[in-house]
């Protein structure tokens, strides 16, 4: 298995800033996910983070509000641009060691307030 | 594309009892299942997951799920429920063809009264 750390586990923000969450995983996996979960939700999937190219966003998420970075195999940030109370949220990493039947392991969420 | 649904926005049992939360998926292709469990304010945890083989998988914590093909179910059980097995419980199915993604049930939540 794999262990998935974030920073920063919380934070209050004010309108039109932005907030780098940080994803740490403790070994070298093939994919690393990004996705937004609103309290007592489902999880929406964000993006895809690729490692040494630029992210596969799902339709509704954009590069513009959400940049993702994966420079290595066990790291990655996205940012959440510009905020707004909308944006209010948990967001979760995720990873998952291989392509094939292997389960993907989630850390343990930013849970975000914008006011 | 694939999905899953989890008919059920909340299951309440009592300790002792069998738990049982339902879901059934739609794929093209076989299916690859996974049940995770979020307890308040922490992220998910993976229960179990079905890829080949017995219908009947186990998993952590006592859980365990029962595949079934013709029906295209993947229900979660437990046959004796405890108090601190309350949260939510959500079931995932991974596109293994096209991008691996996963794409999750809207999630059911247990509470099991003492």
């Known amino acids: 298995s794999a262990v998935i750390s974030q920073k920063p586990s919380r934070d209050i923000c004010q309108r039109g800033t932005s907030l780098t969450i940080q994803c740490q995983v403790d070994s070298q996996v093939t994919m690393m996910f990004w996705y937004r979960q609103q309290p007592g939700q489902s999880l929406t999937l964000i993006a895809t983070?690729?490692?040494?190219?630029?992210?596969?966003?799902e339709s509704g998420f954009v590069i513009d509000k959400f940049p993702i970075s994966r420079p290595n195999l066990t790291f990655s940030t996205l940012t959440v641009s510009n905020m707004s109370p909308e944006d209010s949220s948990i967001y979760l990493c995720?990873?998952?060691?291989?392509?094939?039947?292997?389960?993907?392991?989630f850390g343990p969420g930013t849970r975000l307030t914008v006011l | 594309a694939q999905s899953v649904a989890q008919p059920e926005d909340q299951v309440n049992v009592a300790e002792g009892n069998p738990l049982t939360v339902k879901c059934t998926y739609s794929v093209s292709g076989n299916p690859y299942l996974f049940w995770y469990v979020q307890y308040p304010n922490r992220g998910l945890q993976f229960l179990l997951k079905y890829i080949t083989g017995d219908n009947l998988v186990k998993g952590s914590y006592g859980f365990e799920a029962e595949f079934n093909k013709s029906q295209t179910s993947f229900h979660l059980k437990k046959p004796s429920a405890l108090v601190s097995d309350s949260a939510l419980y959500f079931c995932?199915?991974?596109?293994?063809?096209?991008?691996?993604?996963?794409?999750f049930g809207a999630g059911t939540t247990v509470t099991v009264r003492a």
């Open positions: 995720s990873a998952s060691p291989g392509l094939t039947n292997n389960e993907q392991f």
């Open positions: 995932a199915v991974r596109d293994m063809i096209n991008d691996y993604k996963l794409s």
């Open positions: 983070a690729n490692q040494g190219s630029e992210a596969t966003y």
